[in-house]
């Protein structure tokens, strides 16, 4: 147990459907993120949230859209999305990195597996 | 922005010692961490450097030059469990950027 969870594990979805991805954390951080893992390829960083505000967006396609309602809570809204998006999705969650003195211990979720066909 | 290199993967020997080297690139550093993932599994938190210097955890051991943008991961008396990819990330005003990761093959 981690302390983030992540729903649902597994996702096969359509390329015209859309989903959406959930995490949470029970840590009291105050920073998330997305990260993309595509086999084979690093940890690609999606988004972040610091202090509730997006401070991150590094260029990620529209049809990926994340919401952020508070400080617990992390969702990753998915539509239209392409085969090349299969991927495995981990949420993380820290203290706020500028904070030195916490160090820079992120805590991940289980991720979820995505499958798009 | 940041970029962390290390190597894709390394080999070594069941209760052999291994380093693993990561080198960055940072118009702002705070400090240098390392993860743990095991396949199907998630990264876990191993260390974090933030002042040059050898940081010690059992048999696990970091290590930080910043003059030199560069540390180490030293894994002692390997064990079969530690087969695993190896992350360094730098860590940098509100983000954490990992490097891509280094495999570890552990023969018996």
């Known amino acids: 147990e981690t302390g983030v969870t992540q729903t649902p594990r597994h996702l096969v979805m359509g390329m015209t459907n859309k989903k959406s991805l959930k995490c949470e954390q029970h840590?009291?951080?105050?920073?998330m993120y997305w990260y993309k893992q595509s086999a084979k390829k690093p940890l690609e960083l999606m988004f972040v949230?610091?202090?509730?505000?997006?401070?991150e967006n590094n260029s990620v396609p529209s049809r990926f859209s994340p919401e952020c309602p508070n400080s617990s809570h992390l969702f990753l809204h998915l539509h239209t999305l392409q085969p090349e998006d299969s991927a495995l999705y981990l949420c993380?969650?820290?203290?706020?990195?500028?904070?030195?003195?916490?160090?820079?211990?992120?805590?991940f979720g289980q991720g979820t597996r995505l499958t798009v066909v | 922005g940041q970029s962390l290199e290390q190597p894709s993967e390394v080999t070594a020997v069941e209760g052999a010692i291994v380093q693993i080297n990561c080198t960055y690139q940072?118009?702002?550093?705070?400090?240098l961490s390392w993860y743990q993932q095991h396949d199907g599994g998630a990264p876990t938190f191993l260390s974090y450097?933030?002042?040059?210097g050898l940081e010690e955890t059992g048999r696990f051991s970091s290590f930080l030059s910043r003059s030199d943008s560069y540390g180490y991961l030293l894994l002692q008396e390997l064990q079969m469990k530690d087969s695993a990819s190896y992350f360094c990330?730098?860590?940098?005003?509100?983000?954490?950027?990992f490097g891509k990761g280094t495999r570890l093959h552990i023969l018996p």
């Open positions: 993380a969650s820290s203290q706020v990195p500028g904070q030195r003195a916490s160090g820079a211990e992120a805590f």
């Open positions: 840590l009291g951080h105050n920073a």
């Open positions: 949230y610091s202090l509730e505000e997006r401070v």
């Open positions: 940072t118009s702002g550093f705070y400090g």
């Open positions: 450097n933030a002042l040059d």
């Open positions: 990330a730098g860590l940098e005003d509100d983000k954490i950027i």
